[in-house]
């Protein structure tokens, strides 16, 4: 089945460990996306990468790496620098940039 | 810098009445709009989507979107709310340039019996 996986689903980590969340995809799609959601702030955009090897900040990129070396893989770094980790991060795609996106079941992150 | 507003943060209704969940954005041009919804725990799908053309729109489970370009609105409709709707809703713009997508704050919907 075609679709987007994230993993782990819950992850649990102690402060100033670095974290990476996986997100793959395989539909195809060119264009890939990392969201934050908090309760009663929706979905933030923490990174985009519209095609391979290329990828741009969102609105609260600080704190956070990805990198785009796979068409169909765009896993997400939460650095120590990142004062506020814990959260719920959704993984999404499209076709390109624009068209409607696809999303993952998420990744909920601890930090203790 | 481009934004979705979505004024109702709750909305309540018995189970069987008409739903109305307004979205507001903020861009010069015509947007690309989309209205997702969110069980909890889980990941948005997508109900519908507007990028030209007819100004009403159909999408999935019942639900309709008409833009209006004059009030920079895209609301979602529904005439008869079902129990499993109970849910959170996000409106969503694709901000042009930059083909960025951005999120309203949502709207969590509770269904009464």
């Known amino acids: 089945d075609g679709g987007i996986t994230q993993s782990p689903k819950y992850l649990f980590r102690k402060e100033g460990q670095n974290v990476t969340l996986s997100c793959e995809q395989n539909l195809n799609h060119d264009a890939m996306y990392w969201y934050r959601q908090d309760p009663g702030q929706g979905l933030r955009l923490i990174y985009y990468?519209?095609?391979?090897?290329?990828?741009q900040k969102g609105d609260i990129a600080e704190g956070y790496s990805v990198s785009r070396e796979k068409k169909e893989s765009f896993p997400l770094t939460v650095t120590s620098a990142q004062k506020n980790p814990t959260a719920f991060y959704l993984c999404?795609?499209?076709?390109?940039?624009?068209?409607?996106?696809?999303f993952g079941q998420g990744t909920r992150l601890t930090v203790v | 810098a481009q934004s979705v507003t979505q004024p109702d943060i709750h909305i309540t209704v018995s189970e069987g009445a008409s739903l109305e969940l307004r979205c507001n954005y903020s861009?010069?041009?015509?947007?690309?709009l989309f209205w997702y919804v969110q069980s909890p725990g889980q990941g948005l799908q997508l109900l519908l989507k507007?990028?030209?053309?007819?100004?009403l729109v159909q999408g999935i489970k019942g639900f309709e979107a008409e833009f209006k370009r004059s009030q920079s609105s895209f609301n979602l409709r529904k005439p008869s709310v079902h129990w499993s709707d109970a849910a959170e809703y996000f409106c969503a713009v694709v901000q042009g340039g930059y083909n960025k997508l951005i999120f309203g704050a949502g709207t969590r919907l509770a269904v009464h019996p």
């Open positions: 507007y990028f030209s053309g007819d100004t």
């Open positions: 861009y010069g041009a015509t947007p690309y």
């Open positions: 990468s519209q095609i391979v090897n290329d990828f």
């Open positions: 999404a795609s499209s076709m390109k940039a624009g068209d409607e996106a696809f």
